[in-house]
Each structure stands twice: as structure tokens, then as C-alpha cells.
């Protein structure tokens, strides 16, 4: 009645993958907007999301062995590029 599990995680995966490629190119005309407005920060930011869905794509559509070092970078987006600036935001220090 079910396809087998390893069916299921394949087209999972690589749907999933072409969606990160997706979200990772919209990024790019977000960043050149906030770069058109003089805001770094914002642009900066874009072209780092950029990069991390860009290595989830890699990941999971590609298959390339990259899971340690995407570990660590999505890690090190969501402390420096999310957590921080979002606290900052919230206590008006932006």
C-alpha cells in the first residue's frame, strides 16, 4: 500500500533540495534591494541566507558530503544572523 522508506526519504529529500536552491536564489534580489537602500546589515544578512540554503541545496539534491560543515554554518547563522540581531531588535538597540 506504502512505497518503501527509502522511497519516501529519496523524493522527500530531493524535493525539499530544489526548494532550498529556490528560496537561496529569491534571496539574492533581497539583498541587492536592501544593499539599493543602504543597508548593510540587511544585505549582508540576505546574501548569508543565501549561502545556507545554497549548502542545504548541495545537501540534499546533490548529495554532497557536506552535513558536518552545514551543521556548523547553520549553527553559526542562527546565533550571529537570527538570535543576535533579532534580541537586539526586540530591546530597541538596532
Not at 527509502?6 to 534580489?29: H, K, R, S
Not at 549582508?44 to 554554518?73: D, E, G, H, P, R
Request: aromatic share 24%; proline share 3%.
Amino acid at each position: 500500500m506504502f512505497p518503501e522508506k527509502d522511497f519516501l526519504e529519496v523524493t522527500f529529500l530531493n524535493g525539499f533540495g530544489w526548494y532550498c536552491l529556490f528560496v537561496a536564489i529569491t534571496c539574492l534580489p533581497n539583498s541587492g534591494l536592501a544593499f539599493a537602500a543602504n543597508d548593510i546589515r540587511f544585505g549582508v544578512m540576505w546574501l548569508v541566507y543565501a549561502f545556507l540554503w545554497f549548502l542545504f541545496w548541495l545537501l540534499t539534491s546533490l548529495k554532497k558530503q557536506i552535513s558536518t560543515f552545514t551543521a556548523w554554518i547553520t549553527v553559526i547563522v542562527g546565533v550571529v544572523f537570527v538570535w543576535i540581531p533579532g534580541y537586539l531588535m526586540l530591546v530597541g538597540k538596532w
